[in-house]
């Protein structure tokens, strides 16, 4: 049986492809030493094309809509570094306005539970007085507590080891933690700046990125790489902008329904939520803890029926709002914005609930884009084949 020379072409690159494939098992550990080595060189370049992409939606929108009219030299030269310095200051100014909203609210409720503290701790040893008054035995085990004779030399032995051993542990600790704190501000600079180089050359990379992808590979895959890199950024734009859509509903809904019931901080715990609702799923979570910590210390019971109301109102987002809105803006049903969600959630936490839902989109509408074109072929089969049959052309 003799094979064609494309035939032997084929066997030759599956043989490679089986020896890549067998080396990349045996050696997997060192994979991936070098693999986490190469994204700790490159972290810094990541963090800045991630803030870039999220910078660029405001600063798209600016351009296109509020500057669009602006067509002189000068102002064409004005316009990019103003739509970016507008979208930096529209991102830190709601920042700032979370962030000063709740943080004097909880220094207050920290200072409030600092000066309860005293008359707490007086009404709780009154209590236990009277418990050991009712109940002989709870004094009984009491007073033996305190006949207990108190090793305090052992106790001294333990102090003088943990000084020894433990104070140098927390000193390099110490000098870890500041040096992790040195190299993320510096990262962060570096991201920041390479963001920056992004958005304001953001056409000529596009243009290089193009001619390298057309330099190296044939027509047709170049040009399907740029369609699925081009769905990726539609989706990952539109998942965003769901994103802070479904963020300020749902912080809207606790203002309205926190004031109807009286509650106290509505405004507050509605920014905080709206604000940590950016994170899908957990992230109210947290601005529902914080929530319930300042209104605590007005009034317990208060707070017990806040936590009732998030839970609700969160199954109405979970369950209605966020597939609608989230899975609208990025054309995903949603069942697979849930499964997405519980997917990315379960294999790389926050990170991997961000980047699965539009990863998923895209996967969803490459899948129904092949499937519609096998099923329009296999319906233009027949009426071909019955067409050469009946001699027609």
């Not at 709780?124 to 305090?152: F, H, R, S, T, Y």
Request: contains cysteine; hydrophobic residues 55%.
């Amino acid at each position: 049986m003799e094979f064609s020379k494309e035939k032997i072409k084929q066997i030759k690159n599956l043989m490679v492809l089986a020896a890549f494939l067998v080396l990349a098992i045996i050696y997997s550990e060192k994979i991936f030493l070098a693999a986490d080595f190469l994204v700790g060189i490159l972290k810094p370049f990541i963090y800045g094309g991630a803030i870039a992409f999220i910078l660029n939606i405001p600063m798209r929108l600016i351009e296109e809509k509020f500057l669009e009219r602006w067509k002189g030299k000068m102002a064409k030269k004005l316009k990019r570094p103003l739509s970016m310095v507008f979208s930096i200051v529209l991102i830190v100014l709601v920042l700032s306005v979370a962030i000063g909203m709740v943080l004097p609210q909880m220094g207050s409720t920290v200072s409030e539970i600092g000066r309860k503290i005293p008359a707490f701790m007086e009404q709780m040893a009154l209590g236990l007085e009277q418990l050991a008054e009712d109940n002989p035995i709870l004094a009984d085990w009491a007073n033996g507590l305190e006949a207990m004779e108190v090793k305090w030399d052992e106790i001294l032995e333990n102090i003088l080891y943990f000084l020894k051993n433990g104070a140098g542990n927390m000193l390099n600790s110490t000098f870890n933690m500041a040096g992790s704190i040195i190299s993320g501000v510096v990262n962060m600079m570096i991201a920041l700046v390479f963001a920056l180089y992004i958005l304001s050359q953001k056409e000529r990379l596009s243009g290089q990125g193009r001619r390298i992808i057309s330099a190296y590979l044939p027509v047709r895959a170049g040009d399907r790489i740029l369609e699925i890199c081009s769905l990726l950024y539609r989706n990952f734009s539109s998942f965003i902008t769901g994103q802070c859509l479904e963020a300020v509903i749902l912080g809207t809904m606790f203002v309205i329904s926190m004031s109807i019931f009286h509650m106290p901080y509505a405004l507050v715990v509605g920014v905080l939520i709206a604000v940590t609702a950016l994170i899908p799923i957990v992230g109210a979570f947290i601005g529902c803890a914080v929530g319930a910590f300042l209104i605590l210390i007005n009034n317990p019971l208060q707070a017990f029926w806040f936590v009732v109301l998030f839970l609700v109102l969160q199954q109405i987002e979970g369950n209605l709002i966020y597939p609608k809105v989230v899975g609208n803006s990025v054309g995903l049903p949603s069942i697979w914005v849930l499964m997405a969600v519980s997917i990315g959630g379960s294999l790389f936490g926050v990170i991997g609930i961000l980047l699965f839902i539009p990863l998923m989109s895209t996967c969803y509408a490459l899948l129904r884009e092949s499937v519609n074109r096998r099923n329009a072929l296999k319906v233009k089969m027949p009426v071909l084949k019955e067409r050469g049959q009946e001699g027609r052309p």
